[in-house]
């Protein structure tokens, strides 16, 4: 049931009491029909439907730290993880590699990236790479 989130399982609860059978209401949420029914069973058993703890390594970081290294890095696209590992060390006292930073921003879909070093286009270069890619595309609708 790991694919469900807890507003999920409340929706697919709300559909059973409703009176839709287990199998439409997993065409409805497009889940496996079992996950509907060991979602009705766990409720039964233990009168919730919230996840159950598990094993492994705590966090080290809390949600509103990794809210914060995201909107860190939406402000500064080109902060480095290092950067931010830092940052995080000195505003939170708290330790973090700049691993854990690629983490956090990979999970909500971003990347540390390094700045480009490298010459910057002029005016005159950019006029005439816009005049070759006008005249190649040209050449390829003909």
């Known amino acids: 049931m790991s694919c469900l989130s807890e507003v999920d399982r409340h929706r697919a ?4 009491q409703a009176g839709l ?5 997993s065409i409805r949420m497009n889940v496996n029909r079992k996950t509907i029914f060991r979602l009705k069973q766990r409720l039964h058993e233990t009168d919730t439907v919230s996840g159950r703890s598990r094993s492994g ?3 080290c970081t809390t949600q509103r730290q990794d809210r ?6 939406m402000n500064n696209r080109l902060l480095s993880a290092s ?5 995080t060390r000195e505003r939170n006292n708290q330790r973090i590699s700049a691993n ?3 983490r956090r921003l990979s999970t909500s879909g971003l990347r540390a990236r390094r700045p480009y070093i490298g010459p910057f286009l002029t005016q ?5 790479l816009t005049l070759w890619t006008q005249e190649h595309a040209a050449r390829d609708r003909i």
């Open 13 to 16: 609860l709300g559909l059973l």
């Open 83 to 87: 950067a931010s590992s830092r940052q």
């Open 124 to 128: 005159r270069l950019r006029h005439q």
């Open 68 to 73: 914060n290294l995201v909107r860190n890095h």
């Open 21 to 25: 059978p287990i199998s439409e209401v």
């Open 100 to 102: 854990t930073v690629r």
């Open 57 to 59: 390594r705590p966090r």
